[in-house]
């Protein structure tokens, strides 16, 4: 049987932080849809009237990195701490098709964003962190998390659940598919965090902890972690 999460008595039972939804408009810009949710309202508003001229000048076109998602915070002056296992370009993923069409093109870009993130103040640790910590910063404000779309469930969504359990019946290995959703809470009786994936509609999906730590931690996502500091 797992081990059952709880954290400090100071730390309430069940936090949920509200946030303002916002649905994906293309198969690639979920990562930049989880910033806009996070973003105070004026912002939003700020960034959707200048949304290619802005992507345009961060120098992404249809392909963001998690790199990129907190230069996008920094323009907008939201402090935050990214969390990853892996400084720059994992050079393992020249062989994933996940990757595949992307490295080309994006390699240099994120690997010279890397470099210069100490100069452009972006806040980076190289670091894998437990369920615990992700859920004690909960408290804090919300985390924009790297997952593995084909990994993501919810008691909510009948879709997910269906998935879930044909992933049982596959005799072959789940391929890896990159999805940026928003934490925004957690229940600790229940052992489940509350979400927000920017590919459904207005609503707050609910998944059990070691569906998250599974979808977090699968072989592509680099344990991505964006703490946002409210």
Known sequence: MRRKIELHSSFPEKHHIQLCHYKQKSNWDCGVSCVLMVLSSKQREYFLKNFNKTCKAEGFNKSTWTIDLCYLLKRYNIQHVYFT?????????????FYHNIL????????KRFKDAVKNKVSIENKSLSIKRILEHLVNGPIIILTNAKLLCCDICKFNKVSIELRKCLPWPIAYQGHYIV???????????????????DHV???????LEQARKSYGTDEDLIFIYK
């Open 183 to 201: 934490l925004c809470g957690y229940d600790l009786s229940s052992q489940k965090v509350y979400y927000r994936n920017p590919s459904f509609n």
């Open 104 to 111: 080309h093109k994006d390699e240099n870009r994120v690997n």
């Open 85 to 97: 296992i892996t400084i720059g370009v994992h050079e393992g993923y020249r062989g994933n098709s």
């Open 205 to 211: 999906c609910i998944m059990p902890l070691i569906h």
